[in-house]
């Protein structure tokens, strides 16, 4: 199995940023897909950006623009850079993984846009 273990989240007023950081241990292989979900109360849970090993990315319409997301291969871990932060931007974010045996997730980090 995989282990997601996230850091980052926080209160921050609208306009402002934050990164968020998953860091990946156990039986992780080299083709797989790490991202970011999210879900705010009373929503269903989202897509907000995910990046392949080879470097293929998606994005959320919401979000483009605004996140940027990253990953370091050698070390596991994927980055969400969150610019220009919206009060709709306020959310439990989940990392994802995903390679062709495993699917896991994170257990979410809190994202509170405040104005």
């Known amino acids: 199995q995989v282990q997601l273990v996230e850091s980052g989240g926080g209160l921050v007023q609208a306009g402002g940023s934050l990164r968020l950081s998953c860091a990946a241990s156990?039986?992780?292989?080299?083709?797989?897909?790490m991202g970011w979900y999210r879900q705010a109360p009373g929503k269903q849970r989202e897509l907000v950006a995910v990046?392949?090993?080879?470097?293929?990315?998606n994005y959320a319409d919401s979000v483009k623009g605004r996140f940027t997301i990253s990953r370091d291969n050698a070390k596991n871990t994927v980055y969400l850079q969150m610019n220009s932060l919206l009060l709709e931007d306020t959310a439990v974010y989940c990392c994802?993984?995903?390679?062709?045996?495993?699917?896991?997730w994170g257990q979410g980090t809190q994202v509170t846009v405040s104005s």
């Open positions: 990046r392949s090993t080879s470097g293929i990315t």
């Open positions: 156990g039986s992780i292989t080299s083709i797989n897909v």
């Open positions: 994802h993984y995903a390679d062709r045996r495993y699917i896991s």
